[in-house]
Structures are given as C-alpha cells and as structure tokens.
C-alpha cells in the first residue's frame, strides 16, 4: 500500500507533526463477514483495500482523526467471489503540545491522508490478522505500508494548474 504525497503536502505535514503527539488509538467500529469458503474457492486469492480518513476539528487541544479501513478478500475465478470482508475504523487522538499552535486546514489535511494512515496501520495489521484467523482463513500478510513522494507528472495529472504556477515561477 502506498501513501504519495507531493513536497507541498509533506511539508504542510511537518507543520502538524512537529507540534503534537499521538495519545490514543482505539477501534472505533468494525465488520465482518466471511462470504465463502477457502476449500470451494479457487485460489490464489487476491486482497482488494482501500481507505479514508476524515479529521474533526480541534477541541480542547486535541485533534480527532478517524481512519477507515475496507478489505475484500476474493478467489480468481471468473468472475471472482467474494471470501470475506472486513471493515474497521480507528479513531487516533493527537495531542497538540502549543495551545497558541491553530494548524492550517491543508496542515491537517496533509497529515490525515499521511501521518494519521501510516500510525494507524499496524493497529489495522493486528485487526486484520486477528479478524481473519478467528474466521478460521489463512491470515493473508498484509502489505507493508510504504510512503513516497508524489512524481512531478502524478502531482501534474492531479492539479495541473498549480504545477503550471510553479513552473512560471520558476522561469522567473
């Protein structure tokens, strides 16, 4: 799984990061379902994942951040089935250490779709793990969460208009 964000986003990141802690992770909801079976499926089987995460405002120097996680594992038949599904969500707390600190909405954005993800997955690893186990599946491994900088032409495809004022800029 990877988490790409481009040099704006990162050091918009930063800004947030460096002024607070992590003080709580804790499953906020979950669901499962187990919908097949490995013995009558046909394998290898595939894991499809996806993700969210929304950031509720600052209360009392605390900044709340929900990530949802949604996983589907299915066989390689044709057309695929589905063999199970699982859904969790986390809420972390984040402590913000400067009580004059008022993070920018693309500060608290940033770290949402990046920091708040990457501490919040192996809480979701565990999760997954022991969901599948108790569902009596083969523990599929999940991915290592890998993060990287956003290329020029992705941060390009996403918002064209403001690479083409960064690169005027930069003629200047």
């Known amino acids: 799984m990877l988490i790409s964000q481009d040099t704006k986003e990162i050091k918009a990141a930063l800004a947030l990061q460096s002024k607070c802690e992590l003080a709580q992770v804790s499953l906020r909801q979950c669901h499962a379902s187990l919908e097949g079976s490995e ?11 996806s993700h969210n995460s929304t950031a509720n405002a600052i209360s009392n120097g605390v900044l709340q951040i929900e990530v949802r996680f949604q996983f589907q594992t299915y ?35 940033a770290f949402k779709d990046g920091n708040a993800i990457f501490n919040c997955w192996p809480y979701v690893r565990e999760f997954m793990q022991s969901t599948s186990a108790r569902m009596g599946l083969r523990t599929p491994p999940l991915p290592l969460l890998r993060i990287a900088p956003r290329k020029m032409e992705e941060a390009q495809s996403k918002n064209p208009e403001a690479i083409n004022k960064s690169s005027a800029a930069n003629k200047q």
């Open 75 to 109: 066989d390689s038949g044709e057309p695929p089935s589905l063999l199970c599904s699982i859904v969790c969500a986390f809420d972390l707390k984040y402590e913000i250490s400067d009580n004059a600190f008022q993070p920018t909405a693309e500060s608290i954005a």
């Open 39 to 49: 013995e009558t499926l046909k394998e290898p089987f595939s894991i499809r994942l």
